[in-house]
């Protein structure tokens, strides 16, 4: 089906065809159980090998009590610390939707920087003084795994062990909050990661943007109270303070403020106008739900939706094809060379995915 959704997505572009149905076809969701999740005995287990003053125990505290991934951890230097907080912007989608957060220091995690020997630039650094790739900090902490008798164990698994030890050693639940992102930071982390993603339809989008708005808003107020100030901060959607969401959720979220306007009227809808915009097939038409948005009350904006699926209906010809007959004509106007690009670039994405699919299965043989 991905496949598929490329094949159309050529034909429209180059006027092969009108539309693409395989955009609507939703992705099987596949079940899988991810990494070993660490258990409390084994991270015990861990550190009566490697105690205190020990670069795997300094390893362990940074990924146990921030909860960040390998490329984020093997950063982390005295730079980003300021007044008690690590203060640093995620690497992942750091160019296309940047995530900075600002994670409490525990006790814990200090104690146990301050006795440990540490780099001038990151925390963590390798026998040559000089700082960890993601990967081979990776292959490094498994092997200080297999010593401490963990071979099941990796850096991947350490989160859900993470939020119970960090409140046994005295975290408070606005710390536990801020690290483990049950509150705003995790959700405004996980929307930004989000947002992006092709599968999601325009009725989904915009009530993430719209979500996290209402989530922002929400930290201001937090940080407000921290520095025991008032937040005087107006309502999302409301005079001066909705203008600057909109200008903020645009520059944070890497989006034209245009766009991020078109999304909130979108999210705006009444609940039976999605439901009803998705049994039409139209949730990934932006400019269909931004004339629904235009009716005033929830019937009307179905009446509108009923409307238009009418009259597409009605101004659909006798047999239209089927989407195998669509991608067969598609095929049939496209010349040699367009054919040629065409499956050199399914088979440069068929391979991408045999080699991540080959490293996945290395990963987990060295188990």
């Not at 572009?13 to 079940?31: E, L, M, Q, S």
């Not at 009566?48 to 490329?71: D, E, F, M, N, W």
């Amino acid at each position: 089906m991905k496949y598929l959704r490329q094949v159309f997505a050529f034909g429209v572009n180059n006027d092969y065809c009108d539309r693409n149905p395989a955009k609507d076809v939703p992705y099987i969701k596949t079940g899988s159980e991810g990494f070993h999740s660490w258990s409390l005995d084994e991270v015990e287990a861990f550190e009566k090998r490697h105690p205190v003053g020990t670069k795997a125990r300094l390893a362990l505290a940074l990924l146990l009590y921030t909860a960040q991934r390998r490329s984020d951890v093997v950063l982390f230097g005295k730079q980003h610390v300021q007044d008690g907080w690590l203060v640093f912007t995620q690497v992942k989608n750091r160019v296309r939707a940047p995530v900075r957060l600002e994670i409490p220091i525990v006790a814990p995690r200090q104690s146990i920087i301050d006795a440990s020997p540490v780099g001038d630039l990151t925390f963590l650094v390798t026998e040559f003084n000089r700082g960890f790739t993601a990967n081979g900090f990776g292959n490094w902490f498994r092997d200080r795994c297999d010593e401490a008798g963990l071979p099941q164990c990796s850096a991947h698994g350490l989160r859900k062990a993470g939020a119970t030890i960090a409140a046994e050693n005295g975290a408070t639940e606005r710390q536990l909050m801020a690290i483990f992102g049950w509150s705003t930071i995790g959700k405004l982390a996980e929307i930004a990661e989000n947002l992006h993603r092709r599968q999601i339809d325009d009725i989904e989008r915009g009530e993430l943007i719209a979500a996290w708005m209402e989530l922002r808003q929400e930290r201001k107020r937090t940080l407000a109270d921290k520095a025991r100030q008032p937040a005087a901060l107006k309502e999302p959607g409301r005079g001066r303070g909705a203008k600057g969401g909109v200008r903020q959720a645009a520059r944070d979220l890497g989006m034209p403020e245009r766009s991020v306007r078109r999304a909130l009227s979108v999210a705006a809808l009444s609940t039976e106008a999605k439901a009803a915009a998705r049994k039409a097939g139209v949730a990934g038409n932006q400019t269909v739900l931004l004339e629904v948005a235009k009716a005033g009350t929830p019937d009307l904006q179905v009446a509108v939706i009923r409307r238009g699926t009418e009259e597409r209906l009605a101004a659909a010809p006798v047999g239209t094809p089927s989407i195998l007959q669509m991608l067969m004509d598609a095929w049939a106007k496209a010349d040699e060379v367009t054919r040629r690009e065409f499956l050199r670039q399914v088979e440069l994405e068929k391979r991408t995915r045999l080699d991540a699919f080959s490293a996945q299965r290395v990963a987990a043989g060295r188990k």
